[in-house]
């Protein structure tokens, strides 16, 4: 609900409210008479109101020089009230919500790093998973949770980022609604392609697809996914025409691709590494900014040929708006202990995900750039907005 919807109730209660204390009753006997007398009772209470109001002056000049410590004492006062209450109430949990099923990948980087943080932090954190929506359920559950600190969305920012674009109307704003307080991780794509497939190299792709225009045959995982999106980014990019073959979801869609269905596809490397490492599916690419860890021989994108490819896929921690500047700092200090706990960086790298703290400001860098970067690629490729 809207804060304009909110008002307008109050006001609406507030009308009833007063509209209900109304009282009307008959006139008793003997009220004319009582009415002739009202205008000396008015003129009596004016005199009292008036006396009233010297006396009460001539106390604010016996205490005027009292006000500015007043003045001062109620200050002192509010900062009480208004310090934060995460520090102070170490017993109560935090809570991480996951706005995916458990068992994504989203809820393994959460609870890896949960984990890691009941033994470094003073303060228990849980995870929580709010599924639905694609995600946006948890979004909107976090953008309207109190602003207290002891609730924390785990963000999959390049998806929260396209959905600016992507959706007409969100219940939630990325860029006003949340605080930014850390990076978490970072979990690149990686370009797979069918074993029949003839190209062995990034750049022999792009040569194939411009020698055969619409033949080659590109899945992802749906219109709105990453996978179309790096898709549409790659084809602008490198000027080829490729035909984007879409299925319902990145099971589907990987099953497609190792039937022979579809030629390329966009995908995590921990759903793909296995294999990869059969010999199932040939590792073209890493779409990040930088090579991967878990496989250092790949070249980014970029390397391989396509000047500008940038598609990192960043996980960060958000928390509502309004989450005082202390406990951010604290909780960035906590989730950096753990993130860059040797046990934490190792389990990710598992996964194919790289662990990466970063500040609140490098955070509220990223966002705004995100969005920015995937609305073009949305408007350059003409997907209009659900």
């Known amino acids: 609900m809207s804060h304009e919807a909110t008002s307008d109730n109050r006001y609406s209660r507030g009308i009833a409210e007063f509209v209900s204390g109304l009282r009307y009753e008959t006139i008793p006997p003997g009220a004319i008479e009582n009415q002739a007398r009202q205008p000396q009772r008015r003129r009596d209470a004016k ?3 008036g006396k009233s109001f010297f006396s009460a002056f001539s106390l604010l000049r016996v205490f005027a020089p009292l006000r500015r410590q007043l003045s001062c004492a109620l200050t002192l006062l509010a900062a009480v009230c208004a310090t934060p209450a995460l520090p102070a109430d170490a017993a109560r949990p935090v809570r991480i919500i996951v706005p995916f099923l458990g068992g994504s990948l989203a809820d393994d980087v959460a609870r890896v790093v949960a984990k890691m943080l009941d033994k470094t932090a003073r303060q228990p954190f849980v995870v929580e998973n709010r599924p639905g929506d694609d995600g946006h359920f948890g979004a909107e559950l976090v953008a309207k949770a109190p602003f207290d600190g002891y609730t924390l969305l785990l963000a999959p920012i390049v998806d929260y980022a396209a959905a600016v674009s992507l959706y007409a109307t969100l219940h939630y704003d990325l860029l006003a609604d949340f605080t930014p307080v850390t990076l978490i ?19 022999a ?3 194939l697809a411009k020698s055969r225009p619409g033949q080659i045959r590109w899945a992802s995982h749906g219109i709105t996914s990453l996978s179309q999106l790096e898709l549409e980014m790659f084809r602008g990019l490198s000027n080829t025409r490729i035909t984007s073959v879409r299925f319902n979801n990145s099971g589907a869609t990987l099953s497609e691709l190792l039937a022979g269905n579809a030629d390329l596809l966009f995908e995590s490397i921990a ?3 296995a294999h990869i490492k059969s010999g199932r599916l040939r590792a073209l690419a890493v779409a990040g900014s930088r090579r991967s860890a878990t496989l250092r021989e790949l070249p980014t994108v970029a390397e391989a040929g396509v000047k500008g490819f940038e598609a990192d896929y960043w996980y960060g921690l958000l928390a509502p708006e309004g989450v005082d500047k202390s406990v951010i700092a604290k909780l960035n200090d906590d989730f950096a202990k753990a993130i860059n706990a040797r046990d934490v960086r190792e389990r990710l790298l598992f996964y ?3 662990a990466r703290s970063s500040t609140s400001a490098e955070l509220a860098q990223i966002v705004p750039g995100e969005v920015a970067k995937w609305a073009k690629v949305i408007k350059d490729a003409g997907i209009n907005s659900r």
Not at 188 to 203: Q, W
Request: charged fraction near 10%; avoid cysteine; charge should be negative.
């Open 352 to 354: 194919g995900i790289e």
């Open 205 to 207: 792709v792009i040569a």
């Open 47 to 49: 005199d009292m109101q």
């Open 185 to 203: 991780a970072n979990a690149p794509h990686v370009v797979v392609a069918h074993p029949s497939l003839p190209a062995k190299t990034v750049a």
């Open 271 to 273: 759903a793909t590494l």
